[in-house]
């Protein structure tokens, strides 16, 4: 008996693009397979109705370990932290805007990922 996992790739991390390709339709494809398999006789269990309930399944799983915001964070760092150690922080807000930013933060903190 053997198991098949199905990978779906998200980059980067926490951008909201889960399975997101150009011009190729991801969760479409897996329903495919999915389907496909389990007409040829291979268990396949939990097969949503349409594919738009498969990405739901998916994107929206309760039981998830991390939420798509805390994926690969491996560091908050405050604005306070960001400004003593970086210090060219208030020369770069006439292009940037003010930190935290709008990319890479949950609203209050910098997030540095690895």
Not at 17 to 36: H, P, Q, R, W
Not at 75 to 102: I, K, Q, T
Request: hydrophobic content about 35%.
């Amino acid at each position: 008996e053997k198991k098949l996992s199905i990978c779906v790739f998200q980059f980067p991390p926490d951008k909201g693009n889960v399975g997101t390709a150009a011009y190729l339709d991801v969760f479409g494809s897996i329903y495919a397979v999915m389907k496909e398999l389990k007409k040829q006789g291979y268990t396949v269990e939990d097969i949503p109705e349409t594919v738009e309930g498969l990405q739901k399944s998916i994107l929206e799983d309760p039981e998830a370990a991390m939420s798509m915001s805390e994926l690969n964070v491996a560091y908050r760092m405050s604005v306070d932290e960001y400004e003593e150690l970086c210090p060219f922080a208030h020369d770069l807000r006439e292009n940037w805007g003010p930190p935290p930013g709008e990319l890479n933060t949950d609203g209050q903190d910098m997030l540095i990922y690895g």
